[in-house]
């Protein structure tokens, strides 16, 4: 039987991310993903921002780990020139009974660490946005936007380079203990069993799965799977903005926002839409909802100006109507498994977040 150091189930840009920062601490890292390339479910299914830290309750993992990241990306998008963009943001009130959130968010913000938040006035905004409508806004300078494609990519080289590899089409079907540490059964074209020290479970949408696949995994530990579609239109024609837009969050999400691609396109979503499976279609009729939601912040969206253009599925562990949850790092110390480490729940801002993350669970695992 083969053995490794250690093995990351999964090739999204967490996946990537922690396998490049096993393998750059000397680790004979392989990285085992079912689908055929890397990147193919939430990774690649987003809107590429760079969220700077305002959403989150302090002290939580999604506050500390999207600051810290947010200073690594850019560090590493400057030294390894993938394109990204420090474009700003804002987020705009649109009714006087919407100040207290902003800002409550504003302050939120700050005791995250978040730096550049500046509220500005409504000419303030409009002076720089003229097709912006609102009462008031609040500008984030360090949001930003980034080439997601080119960031696992970079992550890959990275791992590869140091001696890692990614095999793909390699579901993981089953992991127990062994004589020289974990040993998983992985199916697919040319099927397996392979041994390592350390086995890392970010798997996104699948890691409950293969939480559950492993012998002697407390069922109790592994959260629910709750499926999160956000469809995302975007704007036929370019962007009258310079800059992303996102309303006052409203309950279960952020509100239909603006974002930006590299390339001056702009995008709109996502709306929460819960289902039972995956599906990436998006229904073009769900457009007619945006039109209203977007209108408030920008009057002058023409009829039938958006078009489809693509949905992501966040691996969220709260439903309809519960309380956000955190992202949850677990560990032999929980689960009591020697070597064996789970990600759940890993949505936004994990991108942001990735090489915090990947951090992170060097630390707790090494």
């Given at each position: 039987?083969?053995?490794?150091?250690?093995?990351?189930?999964?090739?999204?840009?967490?996946?990537?991310?922690?396998?490049?920062?096993?393998?750059?601490?000397?680790?004979?890292?392989?990285?085992?993903?079912?689908?055929?390339?890397?990147?193919?479910?939430?990774?690649?299914?987003?809107?590429?921002?760079?969220?700077?830290?305002?959403?989150?309750?302090?002290?939580?993992?999604?506050?500390?780990?999207?600051?810290?990241?947010?200073?690594?990306?850019?560090?590493?998008?400057?030294?390894?020139?993938?394109?990204?963009?420090?474009?700003?943001?804002?987020?705009?009130?649109?009714?006087?009974?919407?100040?207290?959130?902003?800002?409550?968010?504003?302050?939120?913000?700050?005791?995250?660490?978040?730096?550049?938040?500046?509220?500005?006035?409504?000419?303030?905004?409009?002076?720089?946005?003229?097709?912006?409508?609102?009462?008031?806004?609040?500008e984030s300078g360090s949001t930003?936007?980034?080439?997601?494609?080119?960031?696992?990519?970079?992550?890959?080289?990275?791992?590869?380079?140091?001696?890692?590899?990614?095999?793909?089409?390699?579901?993981?079907?089953?992991?127990?203990?062994?004589?020289?540490?974990?040993?998983?059964?992985?199916?697919?074209?040319?099927?397996?069993?392979?041994?390592?020290?350390?086995?890392?479970?970010?798997?996104?949408?699948?890691?409950?799965?293969?939480?559950?696949?492993?012998?002697?995994?407390p069922a109790a530990l592994v959260?629910?799977?709750?499926?999160?579609?956000?469809?995302?239109?975007?704007?036929?024609?370019?962007?009258?903005?310079?800059?992303?837009?996102?309303?006052?969050?409203?309950?279960?999400?952020?509100?239909?926002?603006?974002?930006?691609?590299?390339?001056?396109?702009?995008?709109?979503?996502?709306?929460?839409?819960?289902?039972?499976?995956?599906?990436?279609?998006?229904?073009?009729?769900?457009?007619?909802?945006?039109?209203?939601?977007?209108?408030?912040?920008?009057?002058?969206?023409?009829?039938?100006?958006?078009?489809?253009?693509?949905?992501?599925?966040?691996?969220?562990?709260?439903?309809?109507?519960?309380?956000?949850?955190?992202?949850?790092?677990?560990?032999?110390?929980?689960?009591?498994?020697?070597?064996l480490f789970h990600l759940f729940?890993?949505?936004?801002?994990?991108?942001?977040?990735?090489?915090?993350?990947?951090?992170?669970?060097?630390?707790?695992?090494?």
């Open positions: 039987m083969e053995r490794v150091d250690c093995i990351v189930i999964g090739a999204g840009v967490v996946g990537l991310a922690v396998a490049r920062e096993m393998s750059q601490r000397g680790l004979e890292t392989l990285v085992l993903e079912q689908a055929l390339d890397i990147g193919t479910g939430t990774s690649s299914r987003n809107s590429e921002v760079i969220h700077a830290g305002i959403y989150y309750p302090p002290g939580s993992l999604k506050a500390e780990l999207c600051v810290r990241g947010k200073a690594l990306l850019y560090e590493y998008c400057a030294a390894r020139a993938i394109a990204h963009r420090r474009c700003g943001k804002y987020i705009v009130a649109t009714a006087a009974d919407q100040l207290a959130t902003l800002e409550q968010l504003a302050g939120t913000g700050r005791r995250n660490g978040v730096d550049a938040l500046t509220m500005l006035t409504p000419a303030q905004a409009m002076a720089v946005e003229p097709a912006l409508r609102c009462v008031a806004a609040l930003g936007i980034i080439d997601s494609h080119g960031l696992m990519l970079a992550l890959r080289g990275d791992l590869e380079a140091a001696g890692g590899m990614v095999a793909f089409d390699a579901p993981v079907e089953s992991g127990e203990p062994g004589a020289e540490g974990l040993v998983l059964k992985v199916g697919g074209d040319s099927p397996m069993e392979i041994s390592a020290g350390l086995v890392i479970n970010a798997a996104g949408l699948g890691a409950q799965a293969v939480a559950a696949a492993f012998a002697d995994m959260p629910p799977l709750f499926l999160a579609k956000g469809n995302y239109y975007s704007l036929q024609g370019r962007s009258p903005f310079s800059r992303l837009i996102y309303p006052v969050p409203e309950p279960g999400g952020l509100g239909v926002h603006l974002t930006l691609d590299l390339g001056g396109q702009a995008r709109f979503g996502p709306d929460v839409q819960w289902v039972d499976q995956i599906d990436y279609r998006v229904d073009p009729r769900r457009a007619d909802v945006f039109y209203g939601a977007i209108r408030r912040y920008w009057p002058g969206l023409a009829d039938h100006a958006l078009q489809p253009a693509y949905a992501g599925i966040r691996p969220k562990i709260s439903g309809p109507g519960d309380a956000a949850q955190d992202f949850v790092l677990q560990g032999p110390q929980q689960h009591g498994i020697a070597g729940g890993i949505e936004s801002p994990g991108l942001t977040a990735s090489l915090a993350i990947a951090e992170v669970v060097a630390q707790r695992a090494l």
